[in-house]
Nanobody, 122 residues
Framework: QVQLVESGGGLVQAGGSLRLSCAAS????????MGWFRQAPGKERECVAAISWSGHNYADSVKGRFTISRDNAKNTVYLQMNSLKPEDTAGYYC?????????????????WGQGTQVAVSS
């Protein structure tokens, strides 16, 4: 079992930055692929970034603005969000799945955090 706890959400003005953190339990964190997803009201959950030991992937809508990284010594994955836009407003969720494939589908992930809310004002 892997438990995930997100933090770092909040309210920010357009153009601002936030850094989300996701702390994971477990002794094999480095072997897991990690993803950051978001879900806005009335919309489907989408992957904004994912990372594993084999690489990383970003949604087109966040390329050049968001950066995913991980610190395996701290069992933590981060999402640095710069140049935020009102359309980035959503609940942000951390997810984990065993293996090195950089998955972006929600169904590929086995473990999910409770989420943290990000609101970007115009």
């Amino acid at each position: 079992q892997v438990q995930l706890v997100e933090s770092g959400g909040g309210l920010v003005q357009a153009g601002g930055s936030l850094r989300l953190s996701c702390a994971a339990s477990g002794r094999t964190f480095s072997s897991y692929a990690m993803g950051w997803f978001r879900q806005a009201p009335g919309k489907e959950r989408e992957c904004v970034a994912a990372i594993s030991w084999s690489g990383h992937n970003y949604a087109d809508s966040v390329k050049g603005r968001f950066t995913i990284s991980r610190d395996n010594a701290k069992n933590t994955v981060y999402l640095q969000m710069n140049s935020l836009k009102p359309e980035d407003t959503a609940g942000y969720y951390c997810a984990a799945t065993p293996g090195g494939y950089v998955a972006t589908a929600t169904g590929a992930y086995d473990y999910w955090g409770q989420g943290t809310q990000v609101a970007v004002s115009s």
